[in-house]
Nanobody, 122 residues
Framework: QVQLVESGGGLVQPGGSLRLSCTASGTIARIYGMGWYRQAAGKERELVAHITSAGITNYADSVRGRFAISRDNAKNTVYLQMNSLKPEDTASYYC????????????????WGQGTLVTVSS
């Protein structure tokens, strides 16, 4: 059993900043990749940022230079720092984690957070 809890969403003015957090708990032996996705109303879910266990990052072109993903392995937590926010960033943001559950099955699970709403509006 692995669960993700997200926090940090809210209402912010254009040009403002928010920091999202996602913490994993449960039966976890090791966490591999961690990432953030978003889904705006009426649109498909899209990748925002991803970070590997070695700290290698990649970003959607629309957020590169404005957003930064990071992780704290001791806390099983991934963050998304969002700066210079634009109205088109408005969406529900979802954390995604690949986690190995250890003994006895050593399965790797893909787990999603519950989503946190970010609204950028004046």
């Amino acid at each position: 059993q692995v669960q993700l809890v997200e926090s940090g969403g809210g209402l912010v003015q254009p040009g403002g900043s928010l920091r999202l957090s996602c913490t994993a708990s449960g039966t976890i032996a090791r966490i591999y990749g961690m990432g953030w996705y978003r889904q705006a109303a009426g649109k498909e879910r899209e990748l925002v940022a991803h970070i590997t266990s070695a700290g290698i990052t990649n970003y959607a072109d629309s957020v590169r230079g404005r957003f930064a993903i990071s992780r704290d392995n001791a806390k099983n937590t991934v963050y998304l720092q969002m700066n210079s926010l634009k109205p088109e960033d408005t969406a529900s943001y979802y954390c995604n984690v690949n986690a190995n559950v250890g003994a006895p099955t050593y399965r790797t699970l893909e787990v999603w957070g519950q989503g946190t709403l970010v609204t950028v509006s004046s």
